[in-house]
Structures are given as C-alpha cells and as structure tokens.
C-alpha cells in the first residue's frame, strides 16, 4: 500500500521561508513525477514544482521559479520542497503527490496523479 505523507508546513511572515517535506513508502515505479501542489480556499489545485525521480529533472510554476526548490534525498524515498522569500499569495494547503511517468500528460496534470499525501497548510502573513 502506496503511504504519501507530508510535513514541515507552518505559519511565517512574508519574506520567510519554509522547508516541506514528502515521504513515500510501498511505491515500485522508479520514475515518477514527484510533484507538490497547492489549493488555496475558493482556488482550483495548482501544481507547484516537480522532479523526475530517476533524472532529478525539475519543473517549476512561473511563480515559483527562482524562490522555491524541489529536491529528493539519494534514498529517493523523500522529497523537499525549499520554499524561500514567502508571499502571502503562496498561502494554501500543500500536497504531495506522486505518480509513474509513463502514464503520460504533463507535470501539473493533477488528475494523472494516483498517490497524494493528507496536505500541510503553509500561511504567510504580510
């Protein structure tokens, strides 16, 4: 049985940074799309970042790019997410979730995605 879980969310001030966290256990697939999304209230899930398990390929939203970074542990049973210089505007609950590249579509489709974790809620106040 495939377990995603994250953590590390909080509450920081904006300019602040934040690291999460995503394990996953009982997965076979050796490349995957590891990849965290987000949903604020009244917002549709958006995707976030993503890497490649067996390349560490990244993907990042355009707003994201040059303040957060995804990284995975050499185990490859853990990913991060670096998040650093924090808007309120990056506010929402975060999720992880992983799915086997060859089932297609793009990084950000978050209905290819099989395995997601529980959430961890990031707030961001200005």
């Known amino acids: 049985q495939v377990q995603v879980v994250e953590s590390g969310g909080g509450s920081v001030q904006a300019g602040g940074s934040l690291r999460l966290s995503c394990t996953v256990s009982?997965?076979?697939?050796?490349?995957?799309?590891w990849a965290w999304f987000r949903q604020a209230p009244g917002k549709e899930r958006e995707g976030v970042a993503s890497?490649?398990?067996?390349?560490?390929?990244?993907y990042y939203a355009d707003d994201v790019k040059g303040r957060f970074t995804i990284s995975q542990d050499g185990a490859g049973n853990t990913m991060y997410l670096q998040m650093n210089s924090l808007k309120p505007e990056d506010a929402a609950m975060y999720y992880c979730?992983?799915?086997?590249?060859?089932?297609?579509?793009?990084?950000?489709?978050?209905?290819?995605?099989?395995?997601w974790g529980q959430g961890t809620q990031v707030t961001v106040s200005s």
């Open positions: 890497i490649v398990t067996s390349t560490s390929i990244t």
């Open positions: 979730a992983v799915r086997w590249v060859g089932s297609g579509g793009t990084w950000f489709d978050s209905a290819k995605y099989n395995h």
């Open positions: 009982g997965y076979t697939f050796t490349t995957n799309y």
